[in-house]
């Protein structure tokens, strides 16, 4: 996992070693682990006080508020013995985590007290969470597709019309609303708030896409299984690859933009 903070740090979270950061642009990286009692990082998100917000493997939910200097455990209500697949802040600071089991939580006390919501949630192995601007949340599932909530995670509906490939991995909202999630079938779109959704695989193939990111120029990049990263300028009507540079590590499981388009993927390697 990996995200970005206000001030361009960059934050890693890594399999079996925790967390690392980066204050210059990736240049140099320390671990940042003090408090971290458990070190298999699955997910990361900031909030815009840069709060640092961690889910980890089976420990829950650990947060920073000196730019991961110290952690903290912030699990009251929390079920701890699943992996936090996904953090999602919304513009209210309310937070959303998918888990891989047991479904999603809510906190809107910035992480001091979670509720679980999965109301209609009949596939509860989340790897992914969304928003659009119309504060509609989605959620990306392991063999359930994906799932649409109007009302702030009370309930949840399926919405799978079109989305043959219901092992999500991904999901990523553009600024015109439009969402793409990854699939080990690769990339389908909905133009319609995920009533209808239509395979975009041209130049792709029919590979597993671990993750997906826009630059503000709405280009889409799409990281991999075992083929590195593929790049659209056209909302995901043609893919081709981008991989000059990433030499042998062509499985891509994290990426992240910072304010200046600088694209940083994260490898198997």
């Known amino acids: 996992s990996s995200a970005i903070n206000s001030e361009g740090y960059i934050y890693v979270g890594t399999p079996y070693s925790g967390i690392f950061l980066s204050t210059n642009n990736g240049q140099n990286w320390n671990k940042k682990n003090n408090g971290l009692t458990n ?12 709060f640092v917000f961690a889910g980890t493997n089976s420990a829950g939910i650990f947060r920073s508020t000196d730019n991961g200097e110290n952690w903290s455990p912030m699990n009251n209500g929390f079920i ?16 959303f985590a998918g888990t891989f ?6 906190s809107i006390d910035n992480g001091v007290n979670w509720v679980q919501i999965n109301n209609g949630l009949s596939n509860t192995s989340v790897n992914d969470l969304a928003i659009n601007s119309y504060s509609n949340l989605f959620a990306a599932t392991y063999g359930g ?13 399926p919405i799978n019309s079109g989305l043959s490939a219901t092992y999500v991995y991904s999901i990523l909202i553009n600024s015109s609303d439009h969402i793409f999630v990854g699939t080990y079938n690769g990339v389908f779109r ?39 990263i593929f790049h659209s300028t056209n909302n995901g009507d043609d893919w081709s690859e981008i991989n000059n540079g990433l030499n042998e590590n062509l499985t891509v499981q994290s990426l992240t933009l ?12």
């Open 80 to 95: 701890l013995d699943k992996a936090v697949k996904s953090i999602l802040i919304d513009s209210n600071e309310v937070i």
């Open 145 to 157: 597709g994906v799932y649409l909530s109007t009302d702030n995670g009370e309930s949840w509906i």
């Open 190 to 228: 909905s133009t319609n708030n995920g009533a209808n959704w239509m395979l975009r695989n041209n130049g792709i193939q029919n590979l597993d896409i671990y993750t997906l990111a826009a630059n503000t120029y709405n280009e889409i990049f799409a990281g991999s299984a075992s083929h590195g």
């Open 258 to 269: 910072n304010l200046d388009n600088h694209i940083f993927a994260g490898t198997s390697q």
């Open 39 to 50: 070190l298999r990082v699955y997910s990361l998100a900031i909030d815009s006080n840069d």
């Open 101 to 106: 089991g047991a479904g999603i939580f809510r």
